[in-house]
């Protein structure tokens, strides 16, 4: 049995730049990066309360990791912000 394929965002998959929002609340900010993996499958599964999936992983910059959902991620476009 094999595991349903994940949905094609577009131009968002793994090795693309990305710009994501990182951090919460005042916290947060706009940082770049390059994303690593989609966990499409396992964020539809939802994880738990304590401790829930993000779709994105990516690289950023900085060096960090960080996990983030659709809303906190935009294509970066060659020549663009």
């Known amino acids: 049995m094999s595991a349903a394929p994940k949905e094609n965002r ?3 998959v793994p090795g693309v730049r990305v710009r994501v929002r990182a951090g919460s609340g005042a916290r947060s ?8 993996d989609d966990y499409a ?32 991620i935009e294509l970066v476009t ?4």
Request: proline share 6%.
């Open 10 to 12: 577009g131009p968002i």
């Open 41 to 72: 499958d396992e964020a539809t599964a939802g994880g738990h309360e304590w401790a829930p999936v993000r779709r994105w992983a990516v690289a950023v910059d900085d060096g960090t990791l960080v996990f983030v959902d659709d809303g906190d």
């Open 78 to 81: 060659p020549g663009g912000s």
């Open 29 to 36: 900010a706009w940082v770049s990066g390059v994303v690593v």
